[in-house]
């Protein structure tokens, strides 16, 4: 059984004195529902669940009126078997996108707060302009994701103790042992060809097959495509799919690694497709990173919606568009061309995604200067570069000389923990996973 960081978040929500309903979101096959299900029957004396896609005719129990009294008494007419008792009883409403009155009850749980509700969703984001009925203000986020590397770590066996070690090290800015670095690099070159996916990661600890993971990943791709094809609309669902489809092209096989219209087809323009890139990025399949002009707080002021790179929410979904041989590649040491550089800047995305942050990059053709990406921790800007061998970082030099109010740079590459600039660090690829998160993982919409 896979160990979850979600368990700690989903407990500190149930204590939190001023919880709403909770609801979890994020791509399909990210374990929300495995999580939900493991954290309820642990913390609670009786789960009462709801699956709506499984059994669409469970959603006749929020018919009508959604008082909590009246809810009650159609569960336990529905669950006999039940013990629902107010403080006690977990009500998990999953996938409940598909019935727009539970997504209302929400509100009236809230009010009532006699029951902890947990809702898990998909793809409710695509469905934005939804009826006023959305209870805004009355529920709480929690954004799940597939494993990152150091929960990917805990799978192949490897304690918290060793975890915390590793987070001395960075701490300490002390190199990792070589014997500890180079078994660490091997780990992270499987996970980055494994991706965190649940179901594939369980598949490599059981069998150690890399087929058995490729045939789970493409599975878990064909999935998504259905999804694209059932929930898109008539007009979206083609263009959706061909621009998810081309991001191996997009990441792996250009040195710019920019999202392209032309990539889709010839002489694609973005009014024609980033509608669909909309849709995606609100159905949990894609994330971005943004252009930025300038490198000071908030970069949000300084970016651009036009110009952006698109990353997969999880490496399993990029690794499942490409052949299994660069599966091989990666472990192997043996990427060559710009695949080398795009695997790498992509690990590295899916690190920082799964951490929380919002991703932007910079570029500046006049002065030859380009920084992979920037993140913002505690109101301060991070420049971030990323590196196939331990080589010098002209833009990232240049960036930090020219921005004094910059206190803080990471240089991540395929090397040990050293100290170029008194505001450089460099750490090795792993080491991305174990930097601070963003923030709280469990957040009330504003």
Known sequence: MLKRKIINELKNWKEHKNKKCLVVQGARQTGKTFSVELFGKSEYDEIVEINFKETPSAAEIFDGDLSVDNMIMALRFRFPDKKIMAEKTLIFLDEIQECEEAITSL?????????????????????????????????????????????????????DDMIDLLRSYLENKNPVPTAIHNTLMDYFRKYTAIGGMPEAVQRYVDTKDFR????????????????????????????????????????????????????????????????????????????????????????????????????TTDMSLLLAMKDMALKQNIVEKTIQGNAKGGIYECAIADALHKKGYQLYFYKNETKKRELDFIIQMNGKVIPIEVKSSNNRSNSLNAVIKANPQI???????????????????????????????????FFTAK
């Open 107 to 159: 509100k009236f749980w809230a009010i009532d707060n006699r029951y902890d509700v947990i809702a898990s969703d998909s793809l409710l984001g695509i469905d934005y302009k939804r009826a006023s009925s959305y209870p805004v203000g009355y529920v709480d986020y929690l954004n799940m994701y597939g494993l990152d590397f150091e929960e990917y770590l805990w799978a192949m066996g490897i304690n």
């Open 212 to 311: 058995e993971v490729d045939m789970i990943q493409k599975n878990i791709l064909r999935g998504y495509q259905y999804d694209i094809a059932h929930y898109a609309n008539a007009e979206e669902k083609i263009k959706a799919e061909k621009c998810y489809l081309t991001l191996g092209k997009q990441l792996l096989d250009k040195e710019n690694h920019k999202f392209q219209y032309k990539e889709i087809e010839k002489g694609a323009k973005a009014q024609k497709y980033y509608s669909s890139i909309e849709w995606l990025l609100r159905a949990d399949i894609i994330h971005l990173c943004r252009l930025v002009s300038d490198v000071r707080y908030d970069l949000d002021d300084y970016a651009r919606e036009d110009f952006f790179r698109a990353y």
């Open 407 to 441: 206190e803080l740079a990471y240089k991540f590459v395929d090397g040990n923990i050293g100290i170029s600039d008194d505001r450089i660090v460099t750490l090795p690829l792993y080491m991305a996973s174990l930097l601070p998160d963003s923030g709280v993982r």
